[in-house]
């Protein structure tokens, strides 16, 4: 049997971790997950990482695929008794989920850092990909609006991004370092592909390139990097991508995704029913069905996008 192909891939929450539940089904691919932590905060004295659970929890198949989020099997009992008392109640939080959070704030406290807790807590739930925080350090996605400056989850869920968005900025980012899980596996040979997800690249990717160091391992490596694009029809699937797009002076096209991952992709994969990015530089393009909604369609869309990246590698890479 051939060697398995080894994935990197950069993801954001719900809809990152949609592809990478079907990267990890591959057999033949080893797969690592860098996931945006710019999103994380503290709330109640918990440590909450929403895109790394998002993605704990789709690999586990533990994740309510109905309401998009969280955990399947929810019940809500701690949030009825924190409104009772007059606790914060914006941010929901359920019982099972709260388990992931008072572990995970333990073990920070205990001096655990965020990404041997994730492995750790991956394994156990059984899950064969490595995913990782894409620093151990704190980063936090900061909203410049029509409001003034929010922090991400007053943006995202407390005010239901609702304000207008002018710019995005990763407080901490310049003095953060990549984890070191990247080092070794970007060290020789490196990855054979590097797959960003379908996430949103303002608020989901960017944070992770925001840390110095991490786009330029992508770019000196040898291994194609590939984007599959969240936007289908000129619409994001769910969130405000294309709202912020439109906040931002951006046309919401497959043209917009691919310029604004640049140099940095050699390929891009987009939904069957549009048109491929008319690049200034010459873009490989992938046309597939890019909505996921059953497993099947994430395996699919997984098998696709690897091999269309594997496709792209230097001839002297191919063996
Ligand atoms: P969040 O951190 O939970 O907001 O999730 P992500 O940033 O990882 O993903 C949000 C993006 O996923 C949105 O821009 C959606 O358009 C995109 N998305 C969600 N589901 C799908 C899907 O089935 N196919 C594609 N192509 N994009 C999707």
Not at 218 to 245: C, R
Not at 270 to 276: E, L, M, N, S, V
């Amino acid at each position: 049997m051939s060697a398995k192909r080894r994935i990197v891939a950069l993801s954001g929450g719900v809809g990152g971790a949609k592809l990478a539940q079907g990267l990890d089904m591959l057999d033949d691919v080893d797969l690592t997950i860098v996931v945006n932590t710019g999103d994380d905060f503290e709330h109640l004295g918990l440590m909450i990482s929403p895109d790394i659970d998002s993605v704990v929890y789709a690999l586990a198949g533990l994740s309510d695929v109905d309401r998009g989020w969280g955990r399947a099997d929810e019940s809500w009992h701690f949030m009825e008794e924190i409104r009772r008392l007059g606790g914060e109640d914006w941010f929901l939080l359920g019982d099972r989920d709260l388990a992931m959070h008072i572990a995970r704030t333990n073990a920070i406290r205990l001096g655990e850092p965020l990404s041997s807790f994730t492995l750790r807590i991956a394994r156990r739930l059984g899950i064969r990909a490595r995913i990782v925080p894409m620093t151990d350090d704190a980063v936090r996605t900061i909203i410049t609006s029509d409001e003034g400056r929010l922090a991400f989850q007053r943006y995202f869920v407390g005010l239901r991004c609702e304000p207008i968005v002018r710019s995005v900025d990763f407080e901490g980012a310049p003095s953060a370092r990549p984890v070191a899980e990247l080092e070794t596996e970007f060290a020789d040979p490196g990855p054979d592909a590097i797959i960003i997800c379908p996430s949103n690249p303002y608020l989901s990717i960017d944070p992770i390139l925001s840390i110095p160091g991490i786009a330029d391992m992508l770019s000196a490596s040898h291994a194609p990097v590939v984007a599959v694009s969240p936007i289908i029809g000129g619409q994001a699937v769910k969130g405000p991508t294309a709202k912020i797009m439109n906040e931002l002076g951006l046309a919401v096209t497959n043209d917009t995704i691919a310029g604004h991952y640049g140099d940095l992709i050699d390929g891009i994969v987009i939904d069957h029913g549009d048109r491929c990015p008319v690049a200034a530089s010459p873009l490989a393009c992938l046309s597939v069905p890019t909505l996921m909604h059953t497993v099947e369609d994430k395996v699919s869309l997984a098998r696709k996008t690897v091999d269309f990246a594997l496709s792209l590698s230097q001839p002297e890479r191919v063996g």
